[in-house]
């Protein structure tokens, strides 16, 4: 199965002045495309694997694939589905997810604690990686980091809401001050 870039229900200026529209549009043509068209080349050579992005990604290791063919879907795979999140999240005609709001807050005492906790793992990520608000295996909300591109799928956690933090996120409007860009984010975010 052949999968496409997300399509924006958005237009590449419309984070601004928090995302800029140069960086949303070199984002999603040429860093997702590259994930996804490396993610297709892969699948290609398997292609008894028809479920899902994140169902794959969630049985990575029990796929059949090469180690070599794994390391490519764990890295593009990945990139294609962090990115595809991403950009639903920054929707700005996303609506409040009530449930999820009483979650976090029952889950972290406020939702100003969370943004705070969410924000040092983005801030902590050491290079390249993600900042995640994810559901467990055990059900429960926990917040973490990831490096590059690899997916909490892996560990079999659904992500929930999730930050890039690779420089080419955020490098032309803020360069190296990735502690403003996290906090400047917030305001996009309109599910909590």
């Keep these: 199965m052949k999968y496409e870039l997300s399509k924006l229900n958005y237009p590449y200026n419309a984070l601004e002045p928090y995302i800029d529209a140069q960086t949303m549009e070199i984002h999603h043509l040429k860093h997702h495309q590259a994930y996804t068209d490396k993610m297709n080349a892969v699948l290609e050579k398997y292609p008894d694997l028809t479920a899902e992005p994140e169902t794959l990604m969630s049985q990575l290791g029990s796929l059949g694939m090469s180690e070599t063919d794994q390391s490519i879907f764990k890295n593009h795979g990945g990139g294609y589905i962090n990115h595809k999140l991403f950009w639903e999240l920054l929707d700005p005609a996303s609506q409040k997810d009530e449930q999820l709001s009483a979650e976090i807050k029952a889950t972290f005492s406020s939702i100003a604690e969370f943004k705070e906790k969410f924000t040092q793992a983005a801030v902590n ?57 996290a906090a400047n984010w917030w305001p996009l975010l309109k599910i909590i």
């Design 125 to 181: 990520q050491f290079g390249s990686g993600w900042a995640w608000l994810v559901r467990n295996s055990a059900k429960k909300l926990e917040i973490y980091s990831t490096p590059n591109q690899d997916s909490p799928w892996l560990k079999g956690h659904q992500p929930l809401i999730c930050l890039d933090v690779w420089e080419h996120a955020y490098y032309l409007k803020y360069q190296n001050k990735r502690a403003e860009y």
